[in-house]
């Protein structure tokens, strides 16, 4: 058998995590980034003539099977096409994590 490559030696480390080994500080920091990203995604959600609903609609117009919800819209798509439509929202104010240590 092959070694693992670097993405899949990775992906092994992150899956042996233990969520009850983790610093109850890492747990909440990562709490925090989570709430912000997704108050960010709404925002992203709601310009009328944004990035967001452009890059909603046009998921939408496409079509896909209902496997992932894309955020403040009521509708499922294929996995690719939620992530296209919600990380477009989440980026379409350009707005970046500001939580402090």
Do not use: C, W
Not at 19 to 40: H, K, T, W
Not at 59 to 74: E, K, L, T, Y
Not at 79 to 101: E, I, K, Q, R
Request: hydrophobic letters at 45%; glycine letters at 8%.
């Amino acid at each position: 058998m092959s070694a693992p490559t670097l993405t899949q030696g990775l992906v092994q480390k992150i899956r042996a995590i233990e969520y009850s080994a983790l610093p109850p500080e890492a747990i909440d920091m990562a709490r925090q980034v989570a709430l912000d990203e997704y108050a960010v995604m709404l925002v992203g959600a709601t310009e009328p003539r944004g990035a967001g609903r452009i890059a909603t609609q046009y998921v939408r117009d496409a079509g896909g099977d209902a496997q992932a919800s894309v955020v403040a819209r009521g509708f499922k798509t294929s996995m690719p096409g939620a992530t296209y439509a919600n990380g477009t929202m989440t980026h379409a104010l350009d707005f970046d994590n500001v939580v402090s240590a």
